[in-house]
């Protein structure tokens, strides 16, 4: 079962408007942590923003904004005021423990995000 | 320091060559993970090395596939006898043990299996 869920594939926004891109996750541990990573063309993968699954508020990053509906298992990102440099590969991803005691992120299969001038 | 390094960028090689990539972490970063990305999938998780020591291995890493990380610092990532199901993008993370929440990525090698 997929334990993160991008059901957007790809999300046109106008330059100047905001965008939310979905993010849904399954884990029955109570602690995670939940990422946004952006992806251009070039591959590196940029780390945008963190939400951990006890923080009372939403956390923001500048123009960047994540929607946490906890009981909902819901982690949306929200960019504001969008540019032509937020078109990207945009990727959600969980924290989670391996068997070995370490961890990893694991990643949905992200939203392919277009911002038109 | 300038972040997490990877070499080489791009890679085109035969099929049933062998070929190795490396990846240099932040310094002070004892954590280093490789994952692997396909095309219009999200990256998987390979490996995970804690200062020199190799501590996970996804079931993804066949016998074809070895990492190291001697020392501690940099790390490489061998493919023996290439296929072309292993075409794809090989990226390489480094995180701190009770640092701040964030990994931070390479650029990534893409390899390409002709």
């Known amino acids: 079962a997929q334990k993160i869920t991008q059901t957007q594939p790809g999300m046109f926004v106008q330059e100047k408007e905001a965008v939310t891109l979905d993010c849904t996750y399954d884990?029955?541990?109570?602690?995670?942590?939940l990422f946004w990573y952006k992806q251009p063309s070039s591959g590196e993968m940029i780390f945008l923003i963190y939400?951990?699954?006890?923080?009372?508020q939403n956390a923001t990053e500048g123009r960047y904004s994540l929607n946490f509906q906890k009981a909902r298992k819901s982690a949306n990102l929200v960019i504001s005021a969008s540019q032509l440099g937020d078109s990207a590969m945009y990727f959600c991803a969980m924290r989670e423990a391996t068997q070995g005691g370490s961890e990893k992120l694991v990643f949905g299969k992200g939203t392919k995000l277009t911002v038109n001038p | 320091d300038t972040g997490v390094s990877q070499d080489p960028r791009h890679k085109i090689t035969k099929r049933g060559q062998n070929v190795t990539f490396r990846c240099d972490p932040i310094s002070e970063h004892n954590r280093l993970y490789w994952y692997r990305q396909t095309l219009g999938q999200g990256p998987e998780f390979l490996t995970y090395f804690q200062n020199e020591a190799q501590l996970e291995k996804s079931r993804l890493l066949s016998d074809r596939f070895s990492a190291e990380r001697p020392k501690g610092s940099f790390s490489t990532l061998e493919i023996q006898r290439t296929e072309q199901g292993d075409s794809a993008m090989y990226l390489c993370?480094?995180?701190?043990?009770?640092?701040?929440?964030?990994?931070?990525f390479g650029s990534g090698t893409r390899l390409t299996v002709v």
């Open positions: 993370a480094s995180s701190l043990v009770g640092g701040p929440y964030g990994y931070t």
């Open positions: 939400q951990g699954s006890y923080d009372q």
């Open positions: 884990t029955s541990d109570p602690s995670y942590g």
